[in-house]
Nanobody
């Protein structure tokens, strides 16, 4: 079973930047899509962004569009999330995920990482 390991979280001031990484233990060519989700304190998990592993097409949630950018390095089997202009409301546990089936960017994911905490202070 594939393992996904996130890194790069931390504490940052509002307006700052962080770059999250997600390393996959298995070859990722079998994935159709990889994505980032987040779970703010006391709230449901929500979709952030996703990318087609082949081709690189992306889709970002409206709440992060223009501030966050998802990307991947196929040679390194690694997914990234560049987060700029961070706001206190971006504070959450961030997860990466992967899915095999084609279709929706926002649901149907099969594998999940353990998460990395992002805290944005005001």
């Amino acid at each position: 079973q594939v393992q996904l390991v996130e890194s790069g979280g931390g504490l940052v001031q509002a307006g700052g930047s962080l770059r999250l990484s997600c390393a996959a233990s298995a070859r990722t060519f079998s994935f159709s899509t990889m994505g980032w989700f987040r779970q703010p304190p006391g709230k449901e998990r929500e979709f952030v962004a996703a990318i087609r592993w082949i081709g690189g097409s992306t889709y970002h949630a409206e709440s992060v569009k223009g501030r966050f950018t998802i990307s991947r390095d196929t040679a390194k089997n690694t997914l990234y999330l560049q987060m700029n202009s961070l706001k206190p409301e971006d504070t959450a546990l961030y997860f990466c995920a992967a899915k095999y089936a084609s279709g929706s960017y926002t649901n149907g994911y099969n594998s999940w990482g353990q998460g990395t905490q992002v805290t944005v202070s005001s």
